[in-house]
């Protein structure tokens, strides 16, 4: 091997992201365990809360997601267990906040301020146009086709 | 008109800097509680002498009280534990669950401060506490006499939110019927 230096960035792009999940919290189904990542992937850590259940190393997030997995063993769906979790953490939880009354500005928040700015962009400008094409004064126009 | 128009940006930069700056301060860490007006999720818990009397929601019943959750390895209890004695000796009901802590660890912890509770629960798998949706320790609920839910104190019970909150709360719990 004549370059050491290429084959330890090539090994080092195989190796997987870390995840918090510990072996001994995964189902045996995977099936069951893929659900069971992605709702966790959704779920807010309350304890730090810029992570996900599935990323974080915190003891209750390791408890939220056996409660997640003893859910979808239960036979829940995927949005049953979301709503268990929901019911006790409230809507903070979901990483992806919910479209509902209190929400509303959030989500249309932008659209509508990329509505209004544009609105305000075409008015301008149109105000522009036709305030830099005034006719030509006759003295302009003698210029114009004296050249 | 036309210099309306061109302070409305500053006007707007202003209001969003009054709205993120009444944002900070609040403390993020602070998750309102889903269970406030609600009546207490159902738990059995056993306590933490092998054999000894547990702790189960039926208990929140006739009289307001105070659950508290601790752990003997939550920095912030210790802090908290002599307001707990006094809401004690002012006759208050306070019952303990001790969250994710072994129960021997518990035993030492009350055996060196100081027991304060009517009676402590050991939450060791720590379903109970989710069910309550701790976010930490030490939290504290004040439950009416039908068992529900009427206050949330997150972080240690100091005793100026003891006196200028939670003692008055539970004075009015206390003469409803």
């Known amino acids: 091997m004549k370059r050491p230096g290429l084959a330890a960035l090539l090994l080092l792009m195989l190796a997987a992201p870390a995840s918090a999940v510990q072996p001994d919290e995964m ?19 309350v304890v730090c809360q810029n992570q996900s259940i599935d ?78 094409a005034p006719p030509l004064s006759p003295a302009e126009a003698a210029e114009l086709d004296r050249l | ?16 800097v009054g709205v993120f700056g009444f944002g900070l301060t609040k403390d993020p860490k602070a998750l309102p509680s889903q269970l406030i007006d609600r009546p207490l999720p159902p738990f059995k818990l056993p306590g933490i002498e092998a054999g000894g009397p547990g702790l189960a929601n039926t208990a929140f019943q006739g009289e307001p009280a105070l659950l508290n959750v601790f752990a003997s390895w939550c920095a912030a209890c210790p802090q908290e534990h002599p307001v707990l004695t006094r ?23 009350i055996a060196r401060f100081g027991n304060p509770y009517r009676a402590i629960a050991a939450d060791e ?6 069910d309550l949706g701790i976010t930490g320790v030490p939290e504290s609920f004040v439950v009416d006499r039908k068992g529900r ?15 200028a909150t939670i003692k008055p709360l539970m004075l009015k719990l206390r003469a409803e019927t």
């Open chain 1, 27 to 45: 189902l045996a189904n995977p099936a069951l365990e893929a659900r069971a990542r992605s709702i966790s992937a959704e779920l807010r850590c």
């Open chain 1, 55 to 132: 990323d974080s190393d915190a003891p209750l997030a390791r408890d939220l997601r056996i409660v997640v997995r003893e859910q979808l063993t239960l036979g829940k769906s995927d949005t049953e267990t979301i709503g268990y979790i929901v019911t006790r953490y409230g809507n903070f939880v979901l990483l992806k906040p919910p479209l509902e009354p209190a929400t509303y500005a959030l989500w249309a928040g932008p659209f509508a301020l990329l509505g209004l700015g544009g609105a305000a962009l075409l008015v301008w400008s149109r105000r522009r146009q036709t305030a830099e």
């Open chain 2, 125 to 130: 798998a720590g379903h109970t506490a989710i």
């Open chain 2, 149 to 163: 839910v009427r206050f949330k104190q997150i972080g240690p019970i100091s005793p100026e939110i003891w006196e």
């Open chain 2, 87 to 109: 809401i004690s000796g002012e006759g208050f009901a306070v019952y303990g669950i001790a969250w994710k802590d072994k129960p021997q660890d518990t035993r030492d912890w």
């Open chain 2, 1 to 16: 008109m036309q210099r309306l128009l061109f302070i409305l940006p500053v006007i707007a930069f202003l209001a969003l």
